[in-house]
């Protein structure tokens, strides 16, 4: 894990910060490109793109806070840790689709193939955003015996945002990183088959939302909040949402197309 990538004493690159500006970049691109061959405006698409950016991670580090705000109101200092690190992505995805709602309206673009073409692409970004997790040491597993465990060393990750130090853990980063690539290249694959419009931002729903739900269990910050007592995390209980509302989603699609 490397939670700075330069260090000039003066000036310092955070690793996720080069991981988020990659992901970034190479979403954009795999949109373009996809928009452009099924005759869309991919540049418009890109606008849009960039905006919803923008307010996820308004609504990633705000859920965040949200859920840390006893830690951050005992010490308001750290909040400066929210810049380097940290945040909740369903947060930026339900604040990313609320404004999609109107930043469409203002794009003259219709809400089904603009999803569908975005979503390949916001699963690569996700597998390759997760890298910067792991390299700065946010969204840490919990506890692990396996081969595969990972222990985080670097006493400023610790320092940062927290890090448990010399503790086997889980490599969630890893294990989402993973799931989101698969899930890339699943959504790629159906978009370039034709299905249903609106299936394929369905099935990222579905998708993503059963990983994270599942995945849920090998974390070990309380980074994601917790609801019913602690009987699930804020994220799993937002995966659930995902998951029924893409179910509903794929079968009215495919109703819409019979028609």
Not at 38 to 52: E, F, P, V
Request: glycine share 12%; charged share 15%; aromatic share 12%.
């Amino acid at each position: 894990m490397h939670p700075i990538l330069i260090d000039l004493g003066f000036y310092q690159v955070p690793s996720y910060g080069v991981m988020l500006v990659l992901a970034l970049a190479t979403a954009l691109w795999t949109l373009k490109r996809r928009a452009d061959r099924a005759g869309l405006d991919g540049s418009r698409l890109i606008d849009l793109g960039l905006w919803l950016v923008i307010w996820a991670l308004v609504g990633a580090k705000g859920l965040y806070v949200l859920v840390e705000l006893p830690r951050f109101l005992r010490h308001p200092g750290d909040l400066v840790t929210v810049l380097r690190a940290g945040g909740v992505f369903l947060g930026g995805f339900l604040a990313a689709i609320a404004a999609a709602f109107v930043l469409l309206r203002r794009y003259r673009l219709r809400f089904l193939p603009s999803a569908d073409v975005i979503a390949p692409s916001l699963a690569l970004g996700q597998a390759i955003g997760r890298i910067g997790c792991l390299l700065a040491g946010c969204c840490w597993g919990g506890s692990c015996d396996l081969p595969w465990a990972i222990t985080y060393t670097d006493p400023r990750a610790h320092q940062l945002v927290g890090t448990p130090l010399g503790i086997a853990v889980h490599p969630f980063p890893v294990y989402e990183s993973l799931c989101d690539l698969t899930l890339f290249i699943l959504l790629a694959s159906l978009y370039r088959r034709g299905i249903a419009e609106g299936r394929v931002f369905a099935t990222y729903l579905m998708g993503y939302g059963v990983v994270r739900f599942l995945l849920e269990y090998t974390r070990g910050d309380a980074a994601r909040g917790f609801v019913f007592n602690g009987a699930l995390s804020t994220s799993q209980l937002i995966s659930l949402v995902m998951i029924a509302g893409g179910a509903g989603l794929f079968v009215w699609a495919g109703r819409r197309r019979s028609r």
